[in-house]
Structure formats: C-alpha cells, structure tokens
C-alpha cells in the first residue's frame, strides 16, 4: 500500500497522464479536420508513400514492419504518429550533450590499454577488435575483477569500497529508491564529503520519479552533486523515451562497479516484490578503471549544462596494478549514433561462441538479426542456452517474452524460467573464456533507446563463476519445452502475437 500511495502521488502521475492526453487531443483534432475537409483520402496516399520509404530506410526489420501495419491500417493516427516519434530523431540538445561528451572521452582513451594487439590470443583479438577498432575502447591486461551473483553479495563489499574513498565517488543508477540500502548509502556519502571526498551521483530522471524532490535538495545540502538525466516533462516527445540506464560506480580511479544492481532494497532481497530478486554485479581494480571513470565524465559533462570544462586530468589517478591475467573492456553505448554497440556486442558473443553460451536476461525481445544469430549458433550444434524470469516484474512485457520462445526452442536453443523469483541479470557466459556483465538487457529499449554499458571480459578466472551461477540457477529453474509453449490457449496465443508485433515502437 505504502508503494502504492508513493506511486500515487509522484511527478509521475502528474507526466503520464498529460502526456496521454496531449496525444489524445492531437489524434482527435486531426481526425477532425481530416474528416472535415475531406483529408482522408490524402492521407491513405501519403500512408502508402511513407511505407515505402519507412522499407528502404536501414533499421531493423521488426521496427519497420510494426509502423507499416500501423500506418497502413490506420492512416490518420499512424502518419503524424510517424511523423512526430517514429523515425527515432533525438533531440539536439541531447545529441550535442552526449556527442560532446563522447568525443571528450574518446580523447582521454588514445593511447590506453594494449596497444599491440599481438599480446592477445587470436581468439581474443577477434571477440575485441570489434570494440577497439570501431569504438576506440581500449582492451586492458593490468586489471582484475570479482564476480558478484547477487545483490546481498554485492553490497557490503561496495559499501567497503566506499569507504577506502580519498578524492572522489562517481555514482551513475538509472534507479535510486528509498529504503534501507538507501539509508546506508547516504549516511556514508555525506561522511565522505566532510572529510574533502568529491561525491558525484548521475541519476535517471524517470528511473527515480517516485522519489521525492526534498531528497534530492538535502543531499546537495550536503554537498552531494546529484544530476538528473533527461528530466521527465508532461509533453509527448520522442526524448523521454531515451533513459540512462548504467550502473556505474567509480571510487580513486581505483576501482569500479558495474552491472545490473541498482540502489533500491529489492535489489538486494531486504524486501520481496517478485520472489527472490537474482541480479548480478562485477568488480573492477586497475587499469580497466580508467575507461569507465572517462565514461561517466562524459556523461558528467552532458548533465552539468553550462557549468564549465570538467578537467580529466585532475581524476586520472594512477596505480601499480597486476592483474589477474585477463583481459577487460569497458564499453557503453549511446542512441545518439548510427552504432548499436550493445547489440552488437552480444551478437559478437553468439556468432563467436563454439562450444556453449548461456545467458540472463530479464527481458527477451528480439529483434531479427539477434533472433537469427541466436537460432543459427544451435543449428550448429552450440550449446546455446537463456535464463529468463518465471515471478515477472511487468505482465505484458514477459508476455512478449514468452512470445519469443517457439522459434528459438525449435532451432535447439535451451530456454529456462527461474522458478524462485526475477532474474535481474544481464549476463553472458562462453566457452569458459568470455564473459559480458553489464546493464543491457536482450530487448528494444536496451539495444535502440537507452544509454548502457558492460564489461567484456576473457581470460580470467572469475569467468568459470559466472558459468558456475548461470548453472546453479538452472537447477532452480524449469526448463521450457515446445510442448509447453503448444499448450496456451488461442486467446493468449494472439495478445502475445499482437503485442510482440508492436513493441518495437514503444
């Protein structure tokens, strides 16, 4: 009840319900006039006109079919829906932000990492290049890393790191709730800031729009910067659906967290939503840091407007670090560009696996060429397997995820539900050699809309573990079948048809 009434009375509550109404009215007046004035007939021409052009555009087939069916079955709502949200323009000013921002961290990698990619393995160079030649994201040795399975693991040793903190705390969540996890977490920043530790904390704007305002004006009393990103407004614009969705953490340059925890309590099962809440987190020391800390000033500078150059120098801190052996990459991935980096990353991990590759994901909404990759690594007899959760945290949307089982449990992909609650994870597992932890999950929003990141990792040790999880958790899942798939009912068969149809647009 009490998560309820906060939903209640949020800034979301006052934004959703404007934003479906300015679209309601616009849908009415153009109908209106169209009916009016005789447009109609206009309008089933130039739905014709736009459906050719919106086939020979380069995006995904999925996209492309779902606004044809639109645009064709109803003109007069699908045309000026295209026109103002459909060809995925992002505004300027969040383009010139994150390209300025990007371009600035691009900078400051030149030069990191290994240099001469003969140090690596070919098997190596093949699952890095991609990342290093076409992104400019250096691939490091002098790194290693702690695997974390779940978000009571995670959080005490990422309290203790925060507090080994001397000169700055870099935090980027696309959720921040309330709660214990919470409570903890402040009273620690706010200790740090009076001992002279710079304390910065990037937030999603609609990831935390329960949370109230007054929170956020007490941790800047307390000297804690705290920058939304992309402010959630009652409009019916295109920007509001590109969400920061990274978990970043930075402490000295030192080390760093990523993955798929947020801060909020379920997170770390001190409150049950969706049963057992399986998440998972990485740990990075060395080198490797450096990427990530470059990364969220970039985004630092996107959300700090005017307020000057950030001197990257100054949080360039440097360490004698050995490593654990392996190889890392820190990487992110923007909607402001032509490159879906994390779809191609975990392209990269299914086309390149030989023996066996297992993933999490809490989502799994495919778009074609994820789909074909997937169904084409099991015909060639890749032991390709997917994690899924059975307790879901959105109704409709595991419907869609559902929908997507037939066709890969027919080309050999294993798929299971696991039983004891949500699996949160984001995770890639393969051949014991290369692993993926990070924020992006299989679907639309992840791969198209949202700003993400991940680690791909090789070599290190800590890679078994996460193979080692993904099985154990299989034993506590039920594995679906097609047999299983065949029993829904017709009605069900459709609203999932229908909807797997339509999300590419939402």
């Not at 009375?9 to 479906?20: E, G, V, W």
């Not at 606004?67 to 829906?81: D, F, H, R, S």
Request: proline residues 4%; glycine residues 6%.
């Amino acid at each position: 009840m009490r998560r309820i009434l906060k939903f209640l009375t949020s800034k979301a509550m006052i934004c959703i319900p404007l934003a479906l109404l300015q679209v309601g009215v616009l849908f009415v007046i153009f109908y209106r006039v169209a009916d009016i004035y005789q447009f109609l007939p206009v309008f089933n021409v130039l739905s014709i006109i736009l459906a050719i052009y919106i086939i020979n555009r380069f995006e995904d087939p999925s996209y492309k079919i779902a606004w044809c069916c639109l645009i064709l079955a109803v003109p007069v709502v699908g045309v000026p829906l295209y026109l103002l949200a459909g060809n995925r323009k992002i505004p300027r000013k969040l383009i010139d932000g994150t390209i300025r921002a990007a371009m600035k961290t691009n900078g400051f990698l030149d030069g990191e990492g290994i240099q001469d990619t003969e140090q690596l393995s070919e098997e190596n160079r093949i699952r890095f290049e991609y990342g290093k030649d076409r992104l400019g994201f250096p691939v490091y040795d002098k790194t290693s890393c702690r695997y974390y399975k779940s978000g009571e693991d995670w959080f005490p040793d990422y309290l203790a790191e925060l507090e080994k903190a001397e000169k700055f705390i870099f935090m980027e969540f696309y959720i921040v709730d309330q709660g214990s996890c919470l409570d903890e977490l402040t009273e620690i920043l706010e200790r740090k800031v009076s001992e002279g530790v710079e304390v910065v904390l990037i937030y999603d704007d609609f990831g935390c729009v329960t949370m109230p305002r007054k929170f956020w004006k007490k941790l800047a009393e307390k000297g804690i910067k705290a920058y939304p990103f992309n402010k959630v407004r009652p409009a019916f614009i295109i920007q509001m659906n590109n969400r920061d969705h990274r978990k970043i953490t930075i402490i000295d340059n030192r080390t760093a967290f990523v993955g798929g925890v947020n801060i909020a309590d379920e997170y770390v099962n001190r409150i049950s939503r969706f049963g057992y809440w399986k998440d998972s987190a990485l740990k990075l020391t060395g080198d490797a840091v450096w990427s990530l800390t470059a990364m969220f000033l970039g985004m630092y500078t996107n959300v700090r407007d005017d307020e000057g150059e950030i001197d990257y120098a100054k949080y360039r801190l440097t360490y004698d670090s050995q490593g654990d052996g392996g190889k890392y990459q820190p990487y992110s991935d923007s909607p402001t560009d032509d490159e879906t980096a994390a779809l191609y990353y975990h392209m990269n991990m299914v086309n390149q696996a030989e023996k066996y590759i297992y993933m999490d994901t809490p989502y799994l909404i495919l778009n074609t060429p994820m789909q074909s990759s997937l169904m084409l690594a099991a015909k060639n007899g890749v032991d390709v397997r997917i994690m899924t959760p059975y307790i879901p945290d959105k109704i409709l949307v595991n419907q869609i995820t559902k929908a997507n089982y037939l066709p890969l449990l027919q080309s050999g992909v294993r798929i299971y539900e696991y039983l004891p609650g949500f699996d949160h994870s984001k995770n890639f597992v393969s051949d014991d050699k290369t692993a993926i932890i990070g924020s992006a999950n299989m679907d639309y929003r992840s791969y198209f809309l949202h700003f993400e990141n991940g680690v791909l990792m090789a070599d290190t040790d800590e890679i078994l573990k996460i193979r080692d999880d993904f099985l154990a958790a299989a034993q506590a899942a039920k594995e679906i079948t097609i047999a299983d798939v065949k029993k829904t009912i017709l009605p069900v068969r459709i609203v999932r048809a229908v909807l797997n149809l339509f999300i590419p647009l939402v």
